[in-house]
T-cell receptor
Framework: EAEVAQSPRYKITEKSQAVAFWCDPISGHATLYWYRQILGQGPELLVQ????????DSQLPKDRFSAERLKGVDSTLKIQPAELGDSAMYLCASRGAPSGANVLTFGAGSRLTVL | AQKITQTQPGMFVQEKEAVTLDCTYDTSDQSYGLFWYKQPSSGEMIFLIY??????QNATEGRYSLNFQKARKSANLVISASQLGDSAMYFC??????????????????FGKGTHLIIQP
């Protein structure tokens, strides 16, 4: 069964360090999302890509977060410098051509701990 | 105001009993979609069921059904014959303002805070 790949699964870093997360969506999925999920809360959208273009990054803290999807396939989310409040699960999701329910398929996530 | 409200932070249910997880939503759009996802302790979000705002019948997927009451803006998840493996976090989510199938614009899901369901033997 096709899946969304994410790495690393776990990352521990010290504050002020840089950290990066990688996502490879399901093959052929043009739309890719990055979500942040703080412990005990629901996921919150950070950024949405359509192919290589950013569709929505209104909730992305642009002073320290950046995201790219250069070739419209895999994507990288970067945090620099990391802060204690960035400790969370970072979830990537993808969706194929819009039809029916337009279901988002999520990866297993990358859990970040900032010390 | 919150767009998705899940009022049950946690629930304990006996195995084999049916369980209803509450979800209310807030939108002024006529076209929207409602989703339920399950998140086990491993962290992955697993899609369970979907209801479109124009769907006349309540959605069903195996043991999952969605009790959609449009006038009350509620979309409760019903799990029949609960199993130990159903223990997880459950999230209700909404997509607003898109004609389903159009695509191309901002259409990320808005999630509630979730309900932690524990099935007891």
């Amino acid at each position: 069964e096709a899946e969304v790949a994410q790495s690393p699964r776990y990352k521990i870093t010290e504050k002020s360090q840089a950290v990066a997360f990688w996502c490879d969506p399901i093959s052929g999925h043009a739309t890719l999302y990055w979500y942040r999920q703080i412990l005990g809360q629901g996921p919150e959208l950070l950024v949405q890509f359509q192919d290589e273009s950013v569709v929505d990054d209104s909730q992305l803290p642009k002073d320290r977060f950046s995201a790219e999807r250069l070739k419209g396939v895999d994507s990288t989310l970067k945090i620099q410098p990391a802060e204690l409040g960035d400790s969370a699960m970072y979830l990537c999701a993808s969706r194929g051509a819009p039809s029916g329910a337009n279901v988002l398929t999520f990866g297993a996530g990358s859990r970040l701990t900032v010390l | 105001a919150q767009k998705i409200t899940q009022t049950q932070p946690g629930m304990f249910v006996q195995e084999k009993e049916a369980v209803t997880l509450d979800c209310t939503y807030d939108t002024s759009d006529q076209s929207y979609g409602l989703f339920w996802y399950k998140q086990p302790s491993s962290g992955e979000m697993i899609f369970l069921i979907y209801q479109g705002s124009y769907d006349e019948q309540n959605a069903t997927e195996g043991r999952y059904s969605l009790n959609f009451q449009k006038a009350r803006k509620s979309a409760n998840l019903v799990i029949s014959a609960s199993q130990l493996g159903d223990s997880a976090m459950y999230f209700c989510a909404m997509r607003e303002g898109k004609v389903l199938g159009s695509g191309g614009g901002a259409d990320g899901l808005t999630f509630g805070k979730g309900t932690h369901l524990i099935i007891q033997p």
